[in-house]
């Protein structure tokens, strides 16, 4: 199994843009296999999935958040990012990065999360 | 949209069964995913496919999907399984990932 880990600020102020990225080790982000995911969960609150990528850069994002969100992938880097533009306190949550399957579409392993707080 | 919709809360007395529900018109039709989120962790799945468990999971834990419900059994309920669950089904249709609101199990 991969380890992912998030990295990036905790404090982002409303209107500016979230970003996070997610570094994979242990296993191969080129993978034909496996989509890599960015799900979130607000404080209190349920997991919400915001998008995924394959290496190649096709991604998938959920409609309610598409206007504001980029995923992408760095292959070199092994990692992968997301940008959550013109935030606000609703988007305030831990954000966890996640390995998906392409034909087992679950998302296992899972990073150990990331709280972002959106705050002036 | 797609909704799929879980109990809030389930609680259990220690060696008793708990069945947490995921339901939806036709989630038969549809691959089924479960999850255990511990406070302060990241979730972890326990079953995926709908009955299938990943490699270190105990064989208390178990799947059913079909008609207009997906169920988790936990068999033999221990106090370390306390947790919040969540079911998780990928709408092919629409292209998203869909979770459950969540059902938290407390072991009385």
């Known amino acids: 199994q991969p380890q992912l880990l998030e990295s990036g600020p905790g404090l982002v102020k409303p209107s500016e843009t979230l970003s996070l990225t997610c570094t994979v080790s242990?296993?191969?982000?080129?993978?034909?296999?496996?989509?890599w995911g960015w799900i979130r969960q607000p404080p209190g609150k349920g997991l919400e999935w915001i998008g995924s990528?394959?290496?190649?850069?096709?991604?998938y994002y959920n409609p309610s958040l598409k206007s504001r969100v980029t995923i992408a992938v760095d292959t070199s880097k092994a990692q992968f990012s997301l940008k959550v533009s013109s935030v606000t306190a609703a988007d305030t949550a831990v954000y966890y990065c996640?390995?998906?399957?392409?034909?087992?579409?679950?998302?296992?392993?899972w990073g150990q999360g990331t709280l972002v707080t959106v705050s002036s | 949209s797609y909704v799929l919709t879980q109990p809030p809360s389930v609680s259990v007395a220690p060696g008793q069964t708990a069945r947490i529900s995921c339901e939806r018109d036709n989630i038969g039709s549809k691959s089924v995913h479960w999850y255990q989120q511990k406070p302060g962790q990241a979730p972890v799945l326990v079953v995926y496919d709908d009955k299938n468990r990943p490699s270190g999971i105990p064989d208390r834990f178990s799947g059913s999907n079909s008609g207009d419900a997906a169920t988790l059994t936990i068999s033999r309920v221990e106090v370390g399984d306390e947790a919040d669950f969540y079911c998780h089904v990928w709408e092919t249709t629409s292209v998203q990932g869909i979770f459950g609101g969540g059902t938290k199990l407390t072991v009385l």
């Open positions: 990528i394959f290496y190649t850069g096709d991604t």
């Open positions: 996640a390995r998906v399957g392409v034909l087992v579409n679950c998302f296992d392993p």
């Open positions: 242990g296993g191969s982000i080129n993978s034909e296999t496996h989509y």
